[in-house]
């Protein structure tokens, strides 16, 4: 199958610093792409749907202003956690959806806010 | 809401076939049943997917009953690598998300 990566897998940061994560396909071209969050053993929860080109679109209790998302081409799309707080650790997760709507998981960042 | 129910965790002796039950009672006619799995600190892995057929693939096969409303995914050969949780998610074909329920942890033992 399709190939989607992330980067960094695994990020420190102090709290109130920005972290950004990046989400690319690698050999399709993705419209959407969508962000998902999962907690200490919990499942995957979706945070947002990204579409090439236009604004994300967050599900309810998602704060925009704090997970900023873009989505500049149709290969990348980047989530910054905004001043980030020890709350925001978490495990966060992409998929990318190809023209024919397969979608592809990539392997997952994990964000530690000391 | 997750439109599914699975198993809380599941036990399987190596080797043999591990079957993971689903109830989707809700499903509509136009929704298929994915599976995906994920393994410790990685992303989901797709399994398999149908509409109404059984379906078979280099992974496993998924049987779904004849009113839709229930299936069970079979790996017929377990093996320790397949130790994870296993999602059933019902969703329509095209433009939606993934929506994840709490799955089944599975776990294979030696």
């Known amino acids: 199958g399709a190939v989607v990566s992330q980067h960094p897998s695994r990020v420190i940061c102090k709290s109130g610093t920005s972290v950004k994560i990046e989400c690319r396909s690698l050999d399709f071209q993705a419209t959407t792409m969508f962000w998902y969050r999962q907690f200490p053993k919990q499942s995957l929860m979706l945070m947002a749907t990204s579409n090439e080109g236009s604004k994300a679109t967050y599900e309810q209790g998602v704060e925009k202003d704090k997970f900023l998302i873009n989505h500049a081409s149709l290969t990348l799309s980047t989530l910054t956690v905004t001043s980030a707080h020890p709350e925001d650790s978490s495990f966060y997760i992409c998929?990318?959806?190809?023209?024919?709507?397969?979608?592809?998981f990539g392997p997952g960042t994990r964000l530690t806010v000391l | 809401d997750a439109k599914t129910t699975q198993p809380p965790s599941m036990d399987c002796a190596e080797g043999r076939a591990a079957n993971l039950p689903c109830n989707h009672s809700?499903?509509?006619?136009?929704?298929?049943v994915y599976w995906y799995r994920q393994i410790h600190s990685q992303g989901p892995q797709y399994i398999i997917h149908g509409l109404k057929n059984n379906e078979t693939n280099e992974m496993a096969s998924l049987i779904i009953t004849e009113d839709r409303k229930s299936s069970t995914l079979i790996l017929p050969h377990a093996t320790l690598r397949d130790t994870a949780v296993y999602y059933c998610i019902v969703r329509f074909l095209y433009g939606q998300n993934f929506v994840f329920g709490p799955g089944t942890r599975l776990s294979v033992l030696p």
């Open positions: 998929s990318a959806a190809t023209g024919n709507d397969e979608q592809f």
């Open positions: 809700t499903i509509s006619g136009n929704e298929y």
